[in-house]
Nanobody
């Protein structure tokens, strides 16, 4: 069983900062992709930032220059540092991990979500 644990959400004023953490655990041979998605009720889930096993990082246009994704491979953990937060960033943020359990089986898991609220 593979799972991810998320933390770091909360209430912050516009212009403030938060850091989200996502730690993968379980029977993991390798992780090929980890990313943060966000979703508001009535809207489609949006990819915010992601990182692949070769270190390539992608950001949504709406967060470029404000959010920074990093990883700790030894702990199978990714961090999303969110600066200069805007009300439009308010959403439930979900972590997604994709990888391989062993030679035969891949996995994809989603976290339960952590709420980020940006409001004055």
């Amino acid at each position: 069983q593979v799972q991810v644990a998320e933390s770091g959400g909360g209430l912050v004023q516009p212009g403030g900062s938060l850091r989200l953490s996502c730690a993968a655990s379980g029977s993991i041979f390798s992780i090929n992709f980890m990313g943060w998605y966000r979703q508001v009720s009535g809207e489609e889930r949006e990819l915010v930032a992601s990182i692949t096993s070769n270190g390539m990082i992608n950001y949504a246009d709406s967060v470029k220059g404000r959010f920074t994704l990093s990883r700790d491979n030894a702990e199978n953990t990714v961090y999303l540092q969110m600066n200069s937060l805007k009300p439009e960033d308010t959403a439930v943020y979900h972590c997604n991990a994709v990888g391989r359990r062993d030679f035969y089986r891949d996995f994809e898991v989603w976290g339960q979500g952590t709420l980020v609220t940006v409001s004055s």
